[in-house]
Nanobody
Framework: QVHLVESGGGLVQAGGSLKLSCAAS????????MGWFRQALGKEREFVIA???????YYADSVKGRFDISRDSAKNTVYLQMDSLEPEDTAVYYC???????????????????WGQGTHVTVSS
């Protein structure tokens, strides 16, 4: 059984930083590609950043230069470092992981098979 748990969300002022975590059980991030998505109120789930099983990152244009992704294989945890936050970054952030091992980056949310419960990020202006 796959279980993902996001943490690290909160309230931050514009220009500030937050670091989100996604801890996994039942899937090893070093074998399965994963992604971070966000969903603002009334909007569809949006791709933010992904990391392949081999550690290759892929960024949405809206977060390039501000967000980064890293992985601690020993803890089976992936991190989303968010800097220079903007009010438009306000959303619930989710991590997802695919079912098939050793596949490339996935962008559409529909291609992810397992999701965490999400963590709220609010950026005040």
């Amino acid at each position: 059984q796959v279980h993902l748990v996001e943490s690290g969300g909160g309230l931050v002022q514009a220009g500030g930083s937050l670091k989100l975590s996604c801890a996994a059980s039942g899937r090893t991030f070093s074998q399965y590609s994963m992604g971070w998505f966000r969903q603002a109120l009334g909007k569809e789930r949006e791709f933010v950043i992904a990391m392949t099983w081999s550690g290759y990152p892929y960024y949405a244009d809206s977060v390039k230069g501000r967000f980064d992704i890293s992985r601690d294989s020993a803890k089976n945890t992936v991190y989303l470092q968010m800097d220079s936050l903007e009010p438009e970054d306000t959303a619930v952030y989710y991590c997802g992981v695919v079912r098939t091992p050793f596949t490339g980056v996935r962008i559409p949310a529909t291609e992810y098979d397992y999701w965490g419960q999400g963590t709220h990020v609010t950026v005040s202006s």
